[in-house]
């Protein structure tokens, strides 16, 4: 037997209200392991997805389910001030390009994957096409809540943590 709650964040925990859909967007920018479970996972928490890969070739082994949207570029067509864009790859050469894009976007929020304990390689692509340091600093890193993720799901749980923290005004610990 169900409980009836009034609280409607209680009632949509247990699970007797239905998850409104949500105008949010997860850019997730680079095909890989933790673009893949991110997609997934935001999906689940109500998220609009979508996949950005210049290179066509990268998604050839990437699940597509049909709430999935593609794109060669961060575009403000879908990188609205309800946009989270999540760049999933440091090492990429369109690093720059694509970073570049988004910040030129209104998206809500912007970070690139990385270890604390390595430079920023996005800081000097970003600083190689004159963007200003107010711009730079608009992109977070690390990106996810410092919970001592090591694996692509980890990653991606501990990044939409954040996300939602970010969101809901938490602190969430992104501290590291």
């Known amino acids: 037997m169900a409980h009836q709650h009034t609280d409607p ?7 007797e209200l239905r998850a409104q859909p949500g105008v949010r967007t997860l850019v997730a920018v680079f095909a890989s392991p933790v673009a893949v479970h991110l ?7 109500g998220y609009r997805t979508v996949l ?12 597509r389910p049909e709430h999935l949207a593609l794109a060669s ?4 067509s879908f990188a609205d001030g309800h946009a989270d864009v999540v760049v999933t790859d440091h090492d990429r050469p369109e690093l720059g390009a694509l970073l570049d894009a988004a910040l030129q976007t ?10 604390p304990r390595h430079t920023a390689p996005h800081v000097a692509a970003l600083r190689e096409r004159g963007l200003d ?4 600093a608009r992109v977070h890193r690390p990106i996810g809540l410092n919970i001592g993720s090591r694996t692509p799901a980890e990653i991606a749980v501990a990044t939409l943590a954040g996300l939602i923290a970010d969101r809901n005004d938490r602190p969430g610990g992104f501290a590291f």
């Open 39 to 45: 997609l997934h996972f935001g999906h689940d928490l």
């Open 52 to 63: 950005v890969e210049p290179d066509l070739h990268r998604i050839e082994d990437v699940p």
């Open 133 to 136: 340091e107010a711009t730079v």
């Open 9 to 15: 964040a209680c009632a949509q925990a247990h699970g």
């Open 73 to 76: 570029s961060v575009d403000p």
């Open 106 to 115: 209104r998206a809500r929020w912007i970070g690139v994957m990385g270890s």
